[in-house]
């Protein structure tokens, strides 16, 4: 069963200043990691995944997040934000697995609202 | 690349009716499909899983004869809304999922439909 955690549902920070949006995850195979931002009445916009290999990702927009698998986070950070960063993010967990109809579903967290004070 | 489109983007109907959502893969082949329903200010709950030419997998709870999803070609899934009440008012969001060039299990969503049931 894989599951994900966001802890925070309001973020607030002043334009500038450092983002940490936290996720922890749960997941009894190797997991993909996702983070994704909604802007109102929109659909869902990849920020950066993680499959394999380096464990630091960096994604659009000036966002990267690091997989720690013994703290099992993956953490979004942005050095300096924009009042544009203001939106719901996601982060969400797959695996990618051979077996039946469960392959790719992705399991979300309940999202971070970000606010972006000026 | 990776656009998936959503038609229409907003409805509004009579209680009783019937909305079609269509969801279609603009560039790649979709041979995964997914519906998810998102109610204001919170996560995206997966409704169900259709894969091209076959019965969609439905998640326990939503009832399959209420929510009527075609997946006809790679390119286009259909979800139906039948005889709509105002308890059915949600935002609908498909994403398409493909296995090409890969692209592992990314899912690239869709704009989303609101819905409106009066």
């Known amino acids: 069963a894989q599951s994900v955690t966001q802890l925070g549902s309001h973020v607030s920070v002043s334009e500038g200043a450092l983002v940490l949006l936290r996720c922890n995850y749960s997941s009894s195979v190797p997991p993909y990691l996702f983070w994704y931002v909604q802007y109102p009445n929109q659909g869902l916009q990849l920020l950066l995944k993680?499959?394999?290999?380096?464990?630091l990702v960096k994604g659009i927009n000036g966002f990267e997040a690091e997989f720690k698998k013994s703290e099992t986070s993956f953490h979004l950070t942005k050095p300096s934000a924009h009042m544009s960063d203001a939106a719901e993010y996601f982060c969400a967990v797959s695996s990618y697995s051979d077996r039946g109809s469960t392959l790719g579903r992705l399991y979300f967290g309940r999202g971070t609202q970000l606010t972006v004070w000026p | 690349g990776a656009v998936v489109s959503q038609h229409p983007s907003r409805v509004i109907c009579k209680s009783g009716t019937s909305v079609k959502i269509e969801c279609r893969s603009l560039d790649f082949q979709a041979t995964t499909m997914f519906w998810y329903r998102q109610f204001p200010k919170q996560s995206l709950m997966l409704m169900a899983t259709?894969?091209?030419?076959?019965?969609?997998?439905?998640e326990q709870g939503v009832e399959k004869d209420k929510f009527l999803i075609n997946h006809a070609s790679l390119t286009l899934s259909t979800l139906t809304v039948t005889s709509a009440h105002p308890e059915d008012s949600s935002f609908y969001i498909c994403?398409?999922?493909?296995?090409?060039?890969?692209?592992?299990?990314?899912?690239?969503f869709g704009p989303g439909t609101r819905l409106t049931v009066l």
């Open positions: 993680y499959t394999t290999g380096a464990t």
């Open positions: 994403s398409a999922r493909s296995l090409t060039s890969g692209r592992g299990s990314e899912q690239f």
């Open positions: 259709s894969n091209e030419g076959s019965k969609a997998t439905y």
